[in-house]
């Protein structure tokens, strides 16, 4: 018979250890999707059934955000669980680039490679050079998609002659199309679905992580024919309405291969719209700004989960969280080991799987954005924020109104003082409240001094932190 010395040990060791389960995880990443771009977030004049299905059967979280409103840097934290300045990666990374992610570094691929699984990335790329970066260098097995955002491209409408070289469709390590056209853009959402559900299709008898970055909706714009038009509503609805159907093809594919009860399926985006192309730009409803700002439209995005039987159906949380979280909440899932290195997101699962009294582990959230400077602090909780000097590009007070995919400029604006803004009372930072909470800036500021020190922040002069680490360099 046990002693009760070794039950009460027993038991703490269930209570501390996590529970190791290998579900199949589905990633569908959006590039330029506005967070009112779904109709579960209050899309307006068009239908998106598929993703207002998959938070029907799974979590919503309306306080979710990326690291930093750019396509490289967000895509960086995504699969590291890193500040992309950690990782020396700012910005959106242009064809000529010769850095990108380090061999060093580990992403979710690398990861679930711990436990046998299966790996794919389709669709953009955008984390380095080519070949030398490319996702068969960072854990993945398969590869199918453009190494850069399909903008950089000379069939582009602002793009000048010579900006550009051709771009490519590259197939695991080798170009299997040395130029896409503006036809083959038409094809990129379709032939991203159907590479992805073949990957599905081949390892359904073994665990496997799929990663779907879709192109879309980032300009410039380009739709199927069997969507063109369908929506009545103009070009961005009617390429919308074809990756909701893409959605609905990978959770078709999940439930015919018997996969639909063990797969997490996350679907967000990579930052806020791009609201200076207009018609072509999606929507951040009630957030302030868009894309290329650390205000609440360039940062927070749509945020759905679904894990039968793990992650409660038909709920939302306004709990905060990050995409650099998400690395460690799967590895928590799994009990894979973390990387020895330094990172920076945190386990949320109590908050995925939607226990009582779950709390976000953060202190705070540094928002990064140009060349490592420090703009923004929040609370862990998501209540206060507070938006340190800087200058930023602004679309409120722009009266041009931009049209067939030909942007209009922002007006530039400066924060010259700090501000602070309670979220849980104003979502669309319309109200300065610094002068009635001199404590909350006071603590934020203390944040703000930590993060510098690790991390560095050009706009004090500091361009790097004690926990900064060198990119991988084509030519070191």
């Known amino acids: 018979m046990f002693s009760r010395a070794a039950c009460l040990l027993s038991y703490l060791f269930v209570l501390t250890s996590s529970f190791a389960a290998t579900p199949n995880i589905v990633i569908i990443f959006m590039d330029d999707m506005g967070y009112a771009d779904v109709g579960c977030f209050g899309a307006q004049g068009y239908q998106t059934p598929n993703i207002d299905a998959l938070a029907a059967q799974g979590r919503k979280f309306t306080n979710f955000h990326v690291a930093q409103p750019v396509c490289s840097a967000s895509r960086t934290a995504l699969l590291t669980g890193c500040y992309p300045n950690r990782l020396g990666m700012h910005g959106a990374l242009g064809p000529s680039a010769k850095h990108g992610i380090h061999d060093d570094e580990m992403t979710i691929a690398e990861l679930v490679k711990q436990k046998g699984y299966a790996t794919a990335a389709v669709g953009k790329w955008h984390l380095g050079h080519l070949p030398r970066f490319l996702p068969l260098k960072h854990g993945f097995d398969e590869y199918y998609g453009i190494p850069y955002s399909n903008d950089m491209w000379p069939y582009h409408p602002q793009a000048k002659p010579g900006t550009y070289p051709k771009l490519p469709m590259v197939e695991n390590d080798r170009v299997v199309d040395e130029e896409i056209t503006p036809e083959d853009q038409t094809r990129l959402t379709t032939d991203y679905t159907t590479r992805s559900v073949r990957f599905i299709e081949k390892n359904k008898e073994k665990p496997f992580f799929l990663y779907l970055a879709h192109s879309m909706v980032h300009v410039p714009l380009f739709v199927s024919d069997k969507f063109k038009g369908k929506s009545g509503k103009g070009l961005f609805a009617d390429v919308m309405m074809e990756v909701d159907w893409s959605v609905g093809e990978i959770m078709a594919a999940l439930k015919k291969n018997g996969l639909e009860d063990n797969t997490w399926v996350i679907f967000t985006s990579d930052n806020g719209p791009w609201l200076s192309y207009g018609d072509h730009a999606g929507s951040a ?39 650099i979280d998400l690395l460690p909440t799967i590895a928590h899932v799994m009990d894979a080991k973390l990387p020895a290195h330094k990172i920076d997101g945190l386990n949320c699962w109590p908050i995925v799987a939607g226990e009582n009294g779950a709390k976000n582990p953060h202190d705070f959230y540094a928002f990064y954005y140009e060349q490592n400077q420090l703009q923004a602090i929040t609370s862990g909780d998501g209540r206060w924020k507070l938006q340190l000097p800087h200058k930023y590009r602004a679309m409120q007070g722009v009266t041009d109104k931009a049209a067939n995919g030909i942007p209009v400029l922002y007006k530039q604006q400066t924060i010259d003082q700090p501000e602070l803004y309670d979220l849980y009372a104003d979502v669309s930072e319309s109200k300065n409240v610094a002068a009635e909470h001199p404590d909350i800036i006071a603590k934020l500021q203390q944040h703000a001094a930590t993060i510098r020190a690790e991390l560095g922040d050009s706009l004090m002069k500091q361009p790097k932190g004690a926990g900064t680490r060198e990119p991988g360099r084509v030519n070191p």
């Open 285 to 323: 409803g009630p957030l302030r700004e868009g894309k290329g700002t650390c205000w609440e439209g360039g940062t927070r995005v749509t945020g759905i989960m679904k894990w039968p039987g793990k992650i409660p159906a038909g709920t939302t949380t306004d709990a905060m969280m990050m995409t």
